[in-house]
């Protein structure tokens, strides 16, 4: 299901470079336009508005400087989430200005560095046509990334230890040799020491199985790339606004669907009611997100959306009239040979890393078994893999990538990898189930990351390197880079650099 989407709770944290793409056109940031004459001095602005953390004042700058077809009171929500969350925020570096984007480190209230930047227009008036909040290594390079190591057993180590994650497993595949390090204990405070073929959450991770079974359906002739909700899913009540969405628009969270990051038990309870089958859960919970109001129009605007995927897994059922768990079993690990890969909960071994978070008194074993999972199977809730099947997974992409058929025919594959832009400013790309990102110094690559919300999972695929790497640690938490993606970047250093 969702990884940490974003930095904070509003997150789309998919390619473990979290970033908050706010999509609205403003202006003057609580100030009047007369006393904002630079780009600089709206960056400025927008901070001051953050920290002041007033709902008022923000509802009144929303309506006088930010008209779009995003609800005020979603803008409002979402700023006053980030305010709370992280502020007060400092500037921590020099402004940097161009005549497209300014742009500044920024620090949180918990020492987080960050990178703010506002994509900007001057024309008729200075305006901002959208914000991006990422860690500050997304855009200072990742000179800090060790590629001091001997092996990925060492490697998993070193990580573990700077995470104070129990456990960590890595994998990689290059040129088709798999290799595999793990390290530390199952669970904290026990001796159990985590083993090459255990299996880990793999959270959002998931969105991109379930992309590749509408591939598979697509191919099938069972579906298209633009089947509509109301073709996908008949007789069933929706509000008018999603008939016309299509299953593209919904793998690169294009289709105005709510984002759903989570729900408290009391909320899943309403949904599921008395449903207690996985198939059963699911759709209960389709129709309560039919029932809502779209967040945005078709194609509108990028919304990480974990219902999103939820439909999709219920489209897939609708298709073939078997459950989603079962297609993911005989659809995608069976013929991969994933041996080490389980779907839903009831079938985990007890012997297996416990995903662990922690709070004022520690770190603790969490379990975070239940309806959600069924809910949100499509979102990749209740997925365990061992990080060598992920690794082979990532493997069968990037055959596709490279123009080899399998599992499904390459043009398929290069269609669930075309990516759109997330936001302005064309830095950022998703596509169907997978981002598509780039960092200073090394190979642009497709990945995504996951969480259950007590591990962190990161897979990476670089089509030019012949390269997949996996990373995963059985703790939750908003370090950044995470575990996984330290894991991906420090093998990167080695096997996919650029000059």
């Given at each position: 299901?969702?990884?940490?989407m974003?930095i904070?709770?509003m997150?789309?944290?998919r390619?473990g470079?979290?970033?908050?793409v706010l999509g609205?056109?403003?202006s003057?940031?609580?100030q009047?336009?007369?006393?904002i004459?630079?780009?600089t001095e709206?960056?400025?602005?927008?901070?001051d508005?953050?920290?002041?953390h007033?709902e008022e004042r923000?509802?009144?700058f929303?309506?006088k400087?930010a008209?779009t077809?995003?609800p005020?009171?979603q803008?409002?929500k979402?700023?006053?989430?980030?305010?709370?969350?992280?502020?007060?925020?400092?500037?921590d570096?020099?402004?940097?200005e161009?005549?497209?984007?300014v742009e500044a480190?920024v620090?949180?209230?918990?020492g987080?560095?960050l990178?703010?930047r506002l994509?900007?227009k001057?024309?008729?008036?200075?305006?901002i046509?959208?914000?991006q909040i990422?860690?500050?290594?997304?855009?200072?390079?990742?000179?800090?990334?060790?590629t001091?190591?001997?092996?990925l057993d060492?490697?998993?180590?070193?990580?573990?230890?700077?995470?104070h994650?129990?456990?960590?497993?890595?994998?990689?595949?290059?040129?088709?040799d798999?290799?595999i390090g793990?390290?530390?204990?199952?669970?904290?405070?026990q001796?159990?020491?985590v083993?090459?073929?255990d299996?880990?959450?793999?959270?959002s991770?998931?969105k991109?199985?379930?992309?590749?079974?509408?591939?598979?359906l697509?191919e099938?002739k069972?579906?298209?790339?633009?089947e509509t909700?109301?073709s996908?899913?008949?007789g069933?009540p929706?509000n008018?606004?999603y008939?016309?969405?299509?299953?593209?628009?919904?793998?690169r969270?294009?289709?105005?669907i709510p984002e759903?990051?989570g729900?408290?038990?009391?909320e899943?309870?309403r949904?599921?009611g008395s449903?207690?089958?996985?198939?059963?859960i699911?759709?209960?919970?389709i129709?309560?997100?039919?029932r809502?109001?779209?967040?945005?129009?078709?194609?509108?605007?990028?919304?990480?959306?974990?219902?999103?995927?939820a439909?999709l897994s219920?489209?897939a059922e609708q298709?073939?009239g078997?459950p989603?768990?079962t297609?993911v079993?005989?659809?995608?690990f069976?013929p991969?040979?994933?041996?080490n890969s389980?779907m839903g909960?009831?079938?985990l071994?007890?012997a297996r890393?416990n995903?662990h978070?922690e709070?004022?008194?520690?770190?603790h074993?969490?379990d975070?078994?239940?309806p959600?999972e069924?809910?949100?199977?499509?979102?990749?809730g209740?997925?365990?893999?061992?990080v060598g099947?992920?690794?082979?997974f990532?493997?069968?992409?990037?055959?596709?990538?490279r123009?080899?058929d399998?599992?499904l025919?390459?043009?398929?594959?290069?269609?669930?990898?075309?990516g759109i832009?997330?936001?302005?400013?064309?830095e950022?790309?998703?596509?169907?189930g997978w981002?598509i990102?780039?960092?200073?110094?090394i190979?642009?690559?497709?990945?995504?990351?996951?969480?259950?919300?007590?591990?962190?999972?990161q897979?990476a695929?670089?089509?030019?390197?012949?390269l997949?790497?996996?990373?995963?640690?059985?703790?939750?938490g908003e370090?950044?880079?995470?575990?996984?993606?330290?894991?991906?970047?420090?093998?990167a250093k080695?096997?996919?650099t650029?000059?």
């Amino acid at each position: 299901m969702v990884s940490r989407m974003m930095i904070y709770q509003m997150k789309s944290f998919r390619l473990g470079v979290a970033v908050f793409v706010l999509g609205m056109s403003v202006s003057a940031m609580g100030q009047s336009q007369t006393e904002i004459n630079t780009p600089t001095e709206l960056l400025k602005s927008m901070i001051d508005v953050l920290n002041a953390h007033n709902e008022e004042r923000m509802k009144n700058f929303v309506e006088k400087w930010a008209p779009t077809s995003v609800p005020v009171s979603q803008r409002v929500k979402r700023w006053m989430d980030l305010s709370e969350q992280g502020g007060p925020f400092k500037i921590d570096s020099p402004v940097k200005e161009t005549d497209k984007v300014v742009e500044a480190i920024v620090v949180d209230r918990m020492g987080t560095r960050l990178a703010f930047r506002l994509h900007f227009k001057t024309a008729p008036s200075l305006a901002i046509e959208g914000i991006q909040i990422m860690p500050s290594f997304a855009v200072e390079g990742i000179g800090a990334t060790s590629t001091d190591w001997k092996n990925l057993d060492d490697l998993a180590e070193t990580l573990r230890k700077k995470s104070h994650s129990p456990a960590m497993g890595i994998a990689m595949i290059r040129n088709g040799d798999l290799k595999i390090g793990v390290a530390g204990v199952r669970t904290v405070g026990q001796k159990g020491s985590v083993q090459p073929a255990d299996v880990w959450s793999v959270g959002s991770i998931g969105k991109s199985i379930c992309s590749t079974i509408i591939g598979m359906l697509v191919e099938k002739k069972k579906l298209s790339w633009n089947e509509t909700l109301r073709s996908a899913l008949p007789g069933i009540p929706m509000n008018k606004a999603y008939e016309k969405v299509t299953l593209a628009e919904i793998m690169r969270h294009r289709g105005g669907i709510p984002e759903d990051p989570g729900f408290r038990r009391k909320e899943v309870q309403r949904i599921v009611g008395s449903a207690n089958s996985p198939k059963a859960i699911r759709a209960a919970y389709i129709r309560d997100i039919l029932r809502r109001t779209p967040i945005a129009a078709p194609n509108e605007r990028f919304a990480y959306s974990n219902a999103g995927y939820a439909l999709l897994s219920s489209i897939a059922e609708q298709a073939t009239g078997l459950p989603y768990e079962t297609l993911v079993r005989n659809w995608i690990f069976k013929p991969l040979g994933l041996k080490n890969s389980i779907m839903g909960h009831e079938n985990l071994p007890s012997a297996r890393p416990n995903g662990h978070m922690e709070d004022s008194s520690g770190l603790h074993p969490v379990d975070q078994t239940g309806p959600l999972e069924s809910m949100f199977a499509g979102a990749g809730g209740g997925i365990s893999m061992s990080v060598g099947d992920l690794a082979k997974f990532g493997q069968m992409h990037l055959n596709g990538l490279r123009g080899k058929d399998g599992l499904l025919k390459a043009s398929t594959i290069k269609e669930l990898h075309r990516g759109i832009p997330e936001g302005p400013g064309g830095e950022r790309f998703y596509a169907c189930g997978w981002g598509i990102d780039s960092l200073k110094g090394i190979e642009t690559y497709h990945g995504h990351n996951g969480s259950n919300g007590t591990m962190r999972a990161q897979i990476a695929i670089f089509p030019k390197s012949n390269l997949v790497v996996v990373g995963i640690v059985n703790r939750g938490g908003e370090q950044e880079p995470a575990p996984g993606l330290e894991a991906v970047l420090a093998i990167a250093k080695k096997y996919a650099t650029v000059r």
